[in-house]
């Protein structure tokens, strides 16, 4: 999981998730509304990101640990 992807894009966020090969790597970035936390996944083999459900129960941790 990378905490601040702020102002990374989904080129560098695809290079990072193939160097550290997970089956998928979170990436952390600044929401919309002030203070939230949008969560992104990519896979090492690429294709752009993962598609996965909301996780509002990490953005909420997240918001207060990160």
Not at 39 to 53: K, M, Q, T
Request: aromatic share 6%.
């Amino acid at each position: 999981m990378v905490l601040d992807a702020t102002g990374a894009d989904a080129a560098d966020m695809q290079r990072v998730a193939a160097e550290v090969g997970y089956s998928e790597t979170a990436f952390l970035v600044p929401g919309a509304a002030a203070g939230a936390v949008d969560v992104r996944y990519f896979s090492p083999l690429g294709g752009g990101p993962v598609l996965r459900p909301r996780h509002d129960s990490l953005r909420h941790e997240c918001r207060h640990a990160c």
